[in-house]
């Protein structure tokens, strides 16, 4: 009897331990950066990475940047070397990268067909689905006509839209970091780059608190990031990082299974703002978290900077 006693109270401590597991899924948006390959030399740098790291992670494909650069061939290769991966799970993120809230329903679906060839071609070929659709932008439409109608025909498709739950504005610190390496000014450019590191750390704990607040538990996180230089230089130390608190890293399909994604999505404008945030009742309840996200008033500024020089 004491045994059996023994027995319940340790598995009842496991399931409470693994109900307390922090984690979090990479989700890569914009794949693949042609421009950065061929720029490389034709090293796949973020791919590389990846593999290396041995961390599951979701992309979400633009065919389009196949066309990017002359180098149509090794462009295709290089899609299907990240479609081959085995870590790899695949979605996707229109052919041209359109704003839907501007591009309207028809155009919008076309644009959606159109990514789909060379990707479904190689994800056959790997014995692997295309299950996973997200919006240029986050932007799911102007009013809610525009977002049920779009719904409705991922659905009719078997898409299921790709959410997140953080996001710490990684092309702009991308932009700016390519500033600085391009004018050779490359103390300025890791400065960047570990202040890109900073910020996503600082904002995976601000949602984690968020939640943690809201459901009264850890969630199964999604991060929101793109293919891109600063990521093929410092998504590795941002992994450790998590690593380091206590997050493990799972697959998006795994973030998936959590209950919070069945919610319904209360958020019919056309801002990419994160799922945690649609999901809340009213607006005056997402400004009023908004207003506490950490500052990223400094790299906005280097930004606004360049982009008026
Ligand atoms: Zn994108």
Same mark, same amino acid.
């Given at each position: 009897?004491?045994?059996?006693?023994?027995?319940?109270?340790?598995?009842?401590?496991?399931?409470?331990?693994?109900?307390?597991?922090?984690?979090?899924?990479?989700?890569?948006?914009?794949?693949?950066?042609?421009?950065?390959?061929?720029?490389?030399?034709?090293?796949?740098?973020?791919?590389? %990475?990846?593999?290396?790291?041995?961390?599951?992670?979701?992309?979400?494909?633009?065919?389009?940047?196949?066309?990017?650069?002359?180098?149509?061939?090794?462009?295709?290769?290089?899609?299907?070397?990240?479609?081959?991966?085995?870590?790899?799970?695949?979605?996707?993120?229109?052919?041209?990268?359109?704003?839907?809230?501007?591009?309207?329903?028809?155009?919008?679906?076309?644009?959606?067909?159109? &990514?789909?060839?060379?990707?479904?071609?190689?994800?056959?070929?790997?014995?692997?689905?295309?299950?996973?659709?997200?919006?240029?932008?986050?932007?799911? &439409?102007?009013?809610?006509?525009?977002?049920?109608?779009?719904?409705?025909?991922?659905?009719?498709?078997?898409?299921?839209?790709?959410?997140?739950?953080?996001?710490?504005?990684?092309?702009?610190?991308?932009?700016?970091?390519?500033?600085?390496?391009?004018? &050779?000014?490359?103390?300025?450019?890791?400065?960047?780059? @570990?202040?890109?590191?900073?910020?996503?750390?600082? %904002?995976?704990?601000?949602?984690?608190?968020?939640?943690?607040?809201?459901?009264?538990?850890?969630?199964?996180?999604?991060?929101?990031?793109?293919?891109?230089?600063?990521?093929?230089?410092?998504?590795?130390?941002?992994?450790?990082?998590?690593?380091?608190?206590?997050?493990?890293?799972?697959?998006?399909?795994?973030?998936?299974?959590?209950?919070?994604?069945?919610? @319904?999505?209360?958020?019919?404008?056309?801002?990419?703002?994160?799922?945690?945030?649609?999901?809340?009742?009213?607006?005056?309840?997402?400004?009023?978290?908004?207003?506490?996200?950490?500052?990223?008033?400094?790299?906005?500024?280097?930004?606004?900077?360049?982009?008026?020089?």
């Amino acid at each position: 009897m004491k045994k059996q006693l023994f027995t319940i109270i340790l598995s009842f401590c496991l399931y409470l331990g693994l109900a307390q597991q922090k984690s979090i899924s990479i989700t890569i948006d914009d794949v693949p950066n042609t421009t950065k390959y061929q720029k490389d030399g034709f090293t796949p740098v973020l791919l590389n %990475l990846l593999d290396s790291l041995d961390v599951p992670f979701t992309i979400f494909i633009n065919e389009d940047k196949i066309l990017q650069t002359d180098a149509v061939n090794r462009n295709k290769e290089l899609l299907e070397s990240w479609i081959k991966t085995d870590k790899a799970l695949i979605g996707n993120h229109t052919y041209s990268h359109p704003r839907y809230s501007e591009e309207g329903f028809k155009s919008f679906v076309k644009d959606i067909e159109q &990514g789909e060839n060379l990707t479904r071609q190689y994800a056959a070929k790997y014995n692997k689905g295309l299950k996973y659709f997200r919006f240029p932008f986050n932007d799911i &439409g102007k009013d809610s006509i525009q977002h049920t109608q779009i719904r409705e025909y991922l659905k009719s498709k078997d898409y299921i839209i790709a959410p997140f739950t953080v996001e710490s504005s990684d092309w702009m610190f991308d932009f700016v970091y390519q500033h600085y390496l391009d004018n &050779g000014e490359v103390e300025m450019a890791k400065a960047i780059g @570990e202040q890109y590191v900073e910020k996503t750390i600082a %904002l995976v704990r601000f949602f984690e608190e968020m939640t943690k607040s809201l459901y009264g538990r850890s969630v199964k996180h999604i991060y929101l990031c793109h293919d891109n230089a600063i990521n093929a230089d410092y998504l590795g130390e941002i992994i450790t990082r998590l690593k380091h608190d206590d997050y493990k890293i799972v697959s998006f399909k795994e973030s998936l299974t959590d209950p919070i994604y069945d919610q @319904e999505d209360h958020y019919y404008k056309k801002w990419g703002i994160s799922w945690l945030y649609r999901w809340m009742d009213t607006q005056e309840e997402r400004v009023e978290w908004m207003k506490q996200e950490p500052d990223l008033s400094e790299i906005q500024d280097a930004y606004q900077q360049i982009l008026e020089n």
